[in-house]
């Protein structure tokens, strides 16, 4: 069982709201990656954010965004939600910028209606 | 870009049974290869990983064995059980900022 805790497990929105995902990293990593997983697929990589900075970035619009806090928590924030924002989002946490070893939360399952 | 295509599910099996997922990837250099494993309802877990050319990864009975000349890294396990059910990714990283992962292939075992 890893340390990284995101919430809420569940959330569901409807179609143009606004939503904020939230994400503890493991006890000792500075870094965050999110992924976003649709149904039957692999997760796809978003953004890292490495000592609060963004450090690199996916194929995802500019309406997601997201915060990385001075404990290395993040958020991840997603405006205009459309239809095919609903998936699983995870964050993963990590020491630096690779992933020698890194740990997943457990997921916030999204659903926009 | 980098980009893994491994073996489509569902794959079936019963206890004590071979396993092998197929995983092939395309890189620019010479990344890091892992095996996540995802349990129903459950986010994604670290099950092995190589580093580079030839090493072998295991972990749980888990084995797959990094061949850069083939640029593969399947999965293997030489018997099965039921708890194995779950979701297989086969990903990449060249030491950047991002993972690469295939589709994931379902695997269930019988009893």
């Known amino acids: 069982e890893t340390g990284v805790t995101q919430s809420p497990t569940h959330l569901i929105k409807t179609r143009g709201q606004q939503v904020t995902l939230r994400c503890s990293s493991q006890?000792?990593?500075?870094?965050v990656s999110w992924y976003q997983q649709a149904l039957g697929q692999g997760p796809q990589f978003i953004f890292q954010y490495y000592r609060e900075e963004e450090n690199g970035r996916g194929n995802f619009p500019p309406r997601f965004s997201g915060l990385q806090f001075p404990n290395y928590s993040s958020e991840l924030n997603v405006n205009a939600l459309e239809l095919d924002d609903s998936a699983l989002y995870l964050c993963?946490?990590?020491?630096?910028?690779?992933?020698?070893?890194?740990?997943f939360g457990q997921g916030t399952r999204l659903t926009v209606v | 870009g980098n980009s893994v295509t491994q073996m489509e599910g569902p794959v079936t099996l019963s206890e004590e049974a071979f396993l092998t997922i197929n995983c092939t990837y395309t890189?620019?250099?010479?990344?890091?290869l892992f095996w996540y494993v995802q349990y129903p309802g459950e986010g994604l877990q670290l099950l092995l990983k190589?580093?580079?050319?030839?090493d072998k990864g295991s972990n749980k009975g888990f084995e797959a064995t990094y061949r850069k000349e083939t640029t593969s890294f399947h999965l293997e396990k030489g018997s099965v059980q039921v708890s194995d059910s779950a979701v297989y990714f086969c990903a990449l990283t060249e030491n950047d900022y991002k993972l690469s992962f295939g589709a994931g292939t379902t695997v269930t075992v019988r009893a």
């Open positions: 993963a946490s990590t020491l630096g910028r690779g992933y020698t070893e890194a740990f």
């Open positions: 190589a580093t580079k050319a030839d």
């Open positions: 890189a620019t250099g010479y990344p890091s």
């Open positions: 006890s000792g990593h500075n870094t």
